[in-house]
């Protein structure tokens, strides 16, 4: 059965729980994004061997930091919203760091994660270094990275004001994981 959604149409987590197909889609401000059924192989084996890298780094950090990969629904509630129905913006970052368990439930993340990476494809650049970044910023996501295929990742960290800094770019050696102290993952391991 296809389900017919009208892309102009505001829609909420509520809504959004009751769409059974296979059409992977995120939500900002209600308003439907859709997302491309599977990523390419390349952007699958970057985004494993990242995702191993930070896991071993979330293992030696020995907090309660959990780590998560797509499909994973992160709920970014505007004015502490909880409910469902008034939820309007739900996204599925490629890897993302929880450090407070009190944001985890059964449903995925309510609330900003600590860390969310986005592994970049020709289709999602301009979301990911515009909507993205934004939304992210203004949800208080802490450190977000936008990893290029071509071998570069590019960092963003939140300021005192609740602004992301300029970003420092990546391209060889290693990258300090930020929100945690002292710990780093090696570049090579990841391309």
């Not at 780094?57 to 499909?71: E, L, Y």
């Not at 590019?154 to 929100?179: A, H, M, N």
């Amino acid at each position: 059965m296809e389900l017919s959604l009208d892309l102009n149409k505001r829609y909420t987590y509520a809504d959004y729980l009751t769409w059974w197909d296979d059409k992977r889609r995120e939500l900002v401000d209600g308003f439907i994004r859709m997302m491309s059924p599977a990523p390419r192989a390349q952007h699958q084996e970057i985004c494993g061997n990242l995702f191993g890298e930070l896991r071993n780094v979330v293992k030696k950090n020995r907090g309660k930091c959990k780590i998560f990969p797509a499909p994973f629904d992160v709920r970014l509630p505007k004015n502490g919203e909880k409910e469902d129905h008034r939820i309007d913006t739900i996204v599925q970052p490629d890897i993302c760091i929880v450090c407070d368990p009190s944001k985890l439930d059964e449903k995925g993340c309510l609330g900003a994660p600590d860390f969310i990476a986005e592994i970049q494809s020709p289709a999602t650049a301009r979301y990911d270094f515009t909507e993205k970044f934004n939304l992210y910023e203004s949800a208080g996501v802490r450190e977000y990275w936008i990893v290029f295929p071509d071998h570069a990742v590019q960092v963003f960290l939140l300021q005192s004001g609740g602004k992301y800094d300029k970003g420092t770019l990546y391209e060889t050696g290693k990258v300090p994981v930020r929100i945690f102290d002292g710990m780093e993952i090696d570049l090579n391991d990841v391309f």
